[in-house]
């Protein structure tokens, strides 16, 4: 005679979990460049990921307005936390705020990557990004535009460059180059006024 018990979910996890484990051994033992073993595909509109019973985040596919595909994940309330979109450069990765507004982002571009950080509005107060050939670290204003940015010296590349700025301006210039230090000043107008040497 057969017993017949009620299993708990963390039983029927664990037995499933013991049952899955040669063929994901095999799987990992196969793995060559000429040969793949597809074990299974999950296939779903959503995913609900739960803990100790409750659902804490769901993960949906979705298409932006410009066509492209990625995966939110959103609060039990439904608010938006996180998108990952697939570009063609790579990926991107926004984190939004309690109200859904994006104030994060880390992402693929032409020259490598960036990271975005917004303000409640939306606008960009700071980021760090590539280039074609440096690095550049850029603080914004509470309107977005910038005042201080740290980069490469786009002479030679050898130095680096701080500036300074006033309403996306440049104002003041200390720069590196094969020769020395060099310190510029600017007025409102972009007009040298002052530098050394």
Do not use: W
């Not at 440049?170 to 310190?183: C, D, N, S, T």
């Amino acid at each position: 005679m057969y017993e017949t018990r009620k299993l708990d979910n963390h039983s029927v996890k664990i037995m499933l979990l013991i049952a899955l484990l040669p063929t994901v051994l095999l799987f990992l033992g196969s793995q060559t460049k000429e040969q793949t073993l597809q074990v299974g595909v999950l296939r779903a509109q959503r995913i609900e990921v739960t803990l100790d019973g409750e659902v804490v985040a769901t993960i949906k596919g979705f298409k932006s307005a410009d066509g492209r595909r990625g995966l939110s994940i959103t609060s039990p309330q439904n608010r938006l936390m996180l998108t990952i979109v697939l570009t063609d450069y790579g990926g991107v990765v926004t984190v939004y705020d309690k109200q859904q507004t994006p104030i994060a982002g880390v992402g693929a571009s032409p020259e490598g990557g960036s990271i975005v950080i917004k303000n409640k509005k939306g606008e960009i107060v700071g980021a760090f990004f590539t280039t074609k050939r440096e690095g550049l670290l850029r603080i914004n204003n509470s309107q977005g535009r910038r005042i201080i940015e740290l980069r490469s010296n786009p002479a030679d590349y050898q130095g680096g460059d701080i500036v300074v700025c006033y309403n996306g301006g440049e104002v003041a210039h200390l720069g590196a180059f094969r020769k020395g230090g060099i310190i510029s000043i600017f007025d409102v107008l972009g007009r040298k006024i002052f530098s050394v040497p």
